[in-house]
Structure formats: structure tokens, C-alpha cells
């Protein structure tokens, strides 16, 4: 289950009742049996219960921002909705920046547009979870290039150039004249 979708709801019935009067209830009628996260029974058979978890406590919070910006819809181009795991390593303009670039070097595939983007936040070193979703809208246009296809194989010719480069670095014996 994803974090994005309030997991607390998803929890162990109890817990998640728990503080509310069905939990308290529920608690009351079980009281020597340990029935959630929140209870445990100890030592001496009764049971023990914790401070009630309530969603403020999860360190995730279900209750998504939500910023409501008017469309302007023969201008706005696109829309990026993507997790954190994109926002640790990019800024917002630093993530339009990309895709915009994405799109005028010519992918018109969104598939390998979100790919791309994905990619380079992995390459960033991003090491939270990422998911990213980008609406294209009509003003948005297509450049001409090769697109996601060219930027790997500019990537690829890159790093065989940097591994040439560096086996040869190491393959040099330095002349400093004693040799002679």
C-alpha cells in the first residue's frame, strides 16, 4: 500500500481505532489479550497499553498539500505530480527545466519522458522512492532530436569515453628522467 494513500487507514483495525470510543471500547472488552500494535501483554498476563496512535502521530502524514493554481489553458504546457524522491535531488524549476528539455530535443513518448526524468534524479543520487507522472497539454510542443533514445547513447559514449580515459591514466608510466 502506498504512504500516498493515508496507509494509516490500512493499519490493524484496532490501532487505528484506538483513542476513539470503538477503540476504547474494543480495549475494555480485551483487556488481559493483547490485540494491536499499541498492546502487548507483559509479564504478569495483564496488558499494557501505550499512548492511542492517532494519524498526527505517523511520521508519514495521510493529508496530502494542496495548492490550487489557476490554468491557463493556451499557455501552461505541463504538469509534473511526482513524489519526493524527485524533489530531494531537483527543485521545482530545476524538474520543469528537465522535462521541457526532454520534450524539445523531440521524445514525445511520456513513458520515456518520466523514465528520463527518473534516470537522472537515480543519477543524482536520490535514495528515496520515486514516481512521476507528467501531463502534457497542447501548448506543450515537440522539438526535433532523438529524444530520451539520443541522451542514453550521448550517456553511454560519455562513459566509455571516461573509462577509456581513466584505464589509460592508469596505463601511463611517468618519465621522470631516471630511467635513461
Known sequence: VSRGLGDFRFKDLDSALLGTAAGT???GASATQPNSM????TTNGSSSSTK???????????VPDIIVQNRNKEHD????????GIWDVQTNYE???????IFEEGESDM????????DLCLRMGSKDNMTALVLKFGPQQI????????????????EQTEATESSSLKA???DDGTNS
Open 172 to 174: 601511463t608510466v611517468v
Open 77 to 84: 504546457e505541463f504538469i509534473i505530480v511526482a513524489c519526493d
Open 38 to 41: 499499541n498492546d502487548h501483554a
Open 143 to 158: 522539438g526535433q532530436g532523438g529524444g530520451v533514445a539520443a541522451r542514453r547513447q550521448a550517456r553511454e559514449a560519455a
Open 111 to 118: 513513458g520515456l519522458v518520466c523514465e528520463e526524468l527518473l
Open 25 to 27: 471500547a474494543a480495549a
Open 95 to 101: 524538474g520543469v527545466t528537465t522535462v521541457a528539455n
Open 52 to 62: 492511542p496512535v492517532t494519524p498526527e502521530d505517523q511520521k508519514v502524514s495521510p
